[in-house]
T-cell receptor, first 115, second 116 residues
């Protein structure tokens, strides 16, 4: 069975600073996808960034980038130039490419950006 | 259009009531999902429909009854709920993961359900 672990329940960062959220996962499969989702307080869950396991290049989306270490089964999210609007719960998620449709979510990291 | 809509936004119901939650997407996605989310917790998968057929039921109590009338619509019928069923109910959709188009889920804003 696949598992996703987020070991940091809460983090805080000063505005304009950089913060890294960690995520590790466990699977015996080789073809899968990884995601970071953001859920602001009382607001909608939105996709931040995605990574295909077969791609060695780390994904980037503006201020968001990942460090994908397939052998270590690690998928951390780096937020650069943190903004107040980045305050949210961040979930790491995993799904097999085989079409099982079971997205596995980590327990989440609550990030607070301080002014 | 990358929007998933859900109605109603809020719902308060008694334990003997029957109500329905509605979800709609127009992205051509063929997989649709219902999740239950408690405060400060990750979403818990309840049901998955693939090509309008129920493909996953995560041992959800029968007081929750899903329905997928067509490829754009997903309903969740509620009957005789318990107070512990109070939660945020999220709908999501995605392409067929085997199709190679894309594989991320798009979430709706959720229905906040309170059972009294």
């Amino acid at each position: 069975a696949q598992t996703v672990t987020q070991s940091q329940p809460e983090m805080s960062v000063q505005e304009a600073e950089t913060v890294t959220l960690s995520c590790t996962y466990d699977t015996s499969e080789s073809n899968y996808y990884l995601f970071w989702y953001k859920q602001p307080p009382s607001r909608q869950m939105i996709l931040v960034i995605r990574q295909e396991a077969y791609k060695q290049q780390n994904a980037t989306e503006n201020r968001f980038s990942v460090n994908f270490q397939k052998a270590a089964k690690s998928f951390s999210l780096k937020i650069s130039d943190s903004q107040l609007g980045d305050t949210a719960m961040y979930f790491c998620a995993f799904v097999l490419a085989s079409g099982t449709y079971k997205y596995i979510f980590g327990t989440g990291t609550r990030l607070k950006v301080l002014a | 259009d990358t929007e998933v809509t859900q109605t109603p936004k809020h719902l308060v119901m008694g334990m003997t009531n029957k109500k329905s939650l509605k979800c709609e997407q127009h992205m051509g996605h063929r997989a649709m999902y219902w999740y239950k989310q408690k405060a400060k917790k990750p979403p818990e998968l309840m049901f998955v429909y693939s090509y309008e057929k129920l493909s996953i039921n995560e041992s959800v109590p029968s007081r929750f009854s899903p329905e997928c009338p067509n490829s754009s619509l997903l309903n969740l019928h509620l009957h005789a709920l318990q107070p512990e069923d109070s939660a945020l109910y999220l709908c999501a959709s995605s392409h067929d993961l085997r199709g190679g188009l894309s594989y991320e889920q798009y979430f709706g804003p959720g229905t906040r359900l309170t059972v009294t």
